[in-house]
């Protein structure tokens, strides 16, 4: 019988690209999620039951175990970028990375792989950052063996970074920023996927990666790149961070009063992370060290944003007709 690997958030934009690339190996996918109806896309990554989404809340001691039984490996993709009501940055980034580790463990599972983040820091002024570093401590406590992935701004296909900010140019001339200045490291999802797949395959050390694309330039900098490739113009307008906390401080509590039904567009959380800089530490071991070369961005982007020019799939067309002279 084939190997089995567990992945939760196996169809959240990192999971599913682990999913693939593992039944691309043949290895058995169960895929633990909190809704599996909304998961079945993942299941025609295999063949005829190779890919298997089912119930998980890592909030909870049994489902977790649940999930991982027979498993030979474990891949931990769940996180949240806003926390609300139960699934807080503690519970989710803190509690349940532990919980998974501690289970793992137990179930005397051969390889664990945390997803984390660049900027993982116990004394972060941000609690996502600070709940990711809690979360690492725990799991290399439970399960000192595990591959620590720690990505910068990830994006592909169906990033929430790259189409969020091309959509707004959709709503008006203006595109407000913030944090215009901050560094970013962009990294293509797959290549972190393929870092996953190495690690559950063991060919890679224990410890933590940070995993950040070729290309380091400023949000400022990736917006222009963005509207080169949508072919819009946009006054980039990047917001003081006293405006932008007082503006995410109205999106709170707006998400807070509807009970989470309104999701905060930038929380005050998110403004505090972008006071700095996401980038690979200079002493940390990366992609280089798993022996993988990461995508530029330029040769993904246009790929997936082409849909937000005017002209969608058809601009360049339009564009090449404009250039025809009239007969006289």
């Known amino acids: 019988m084939s190997n089995l690997v567990t992945i939760y958030g196996g169809s959240g934009f990192i999971g599913r690209y682990i999913a693939r690339r593992m039944a691309k190996q043949g290895w058995r996918v169960r895929v633990a999620v909190r809704r599996p ?115 910068s701004v990830v994006f592909g296909t169906e990033d929430q970074f790259f189409n969020r900010f091309a959509s707004m140019t959709r709503f008006g001339p203006v595109l407000p920023i913030t944090g215009g200045d901050t560094k970013f490291q962009p990294v293509h999802v797959d290549d972190i996927a393929k870092a996953a797949e190495k690690a559950v395959l063991g060919q890679v050390d224990a410890g933590i990666y940070e995993l950040g694309g070729p290309d380091v330039e400023t949000l400022r900098d990736s917006i222009n790149r963005m509207l080169k490739i949508t072919q819009r113009r946009r006054l980039v307008l990047n917001l003081p961070f006293g405006i932008a906390r007082l503006q995410a401080g109205i999106f709170d509590f707006v998400q807070w009063i509807s009970g989470g039904l309104i999701k905060a567009p930038l929380t005050r959380d998110q403004v505090t992370s972008l006071r700095y800089d996401n980038v690979v530490a200079d002493d940390a071991k990366g992609f280089e060290d798993l022996g993988i070369t990461p995508r530029a961005m330029s040769a993904i982007l246009p790929d997936y944003l082409w849909r937000f020019r005017v002209g969608g799939q058809y601009a360049a067309i339009q564009n090449s007709a404009k250039n025809l002279r009239t007969g006289g």
């Open 37 to 151: 109806n909304e998961a079945l896309f993942v299941k025609p990554y295999g063949a005829v039951g190779q890919v298997e989404p089912i119930l998980c809340n890592i909030r909870d001691d049994n489902s977790v175990r649940a999930a991982m039984q027979g498993a030979d490996a474990v891949v931990n993709c769940v996180g949240v970028l806003n926390s609300i009501g139960k699934n807080s940055f503690d519970a989710v980034h803190h509690d349940g990375a532990g919980r998974v580790a501690r289970i793992a463990a137990e179930e005397g599972v051969g390889q664990l792989v945390q997803l984390s983040a660049i900027g993982a820091d116990a004394n972060s002024e941000s609690e996502y950052s600070r709940t990711k570093a809690q979360g690492e401590a725990d799991v290399k406590a439970a399960f000192p063996g595990a591959v620590i992935l720690r990505p």
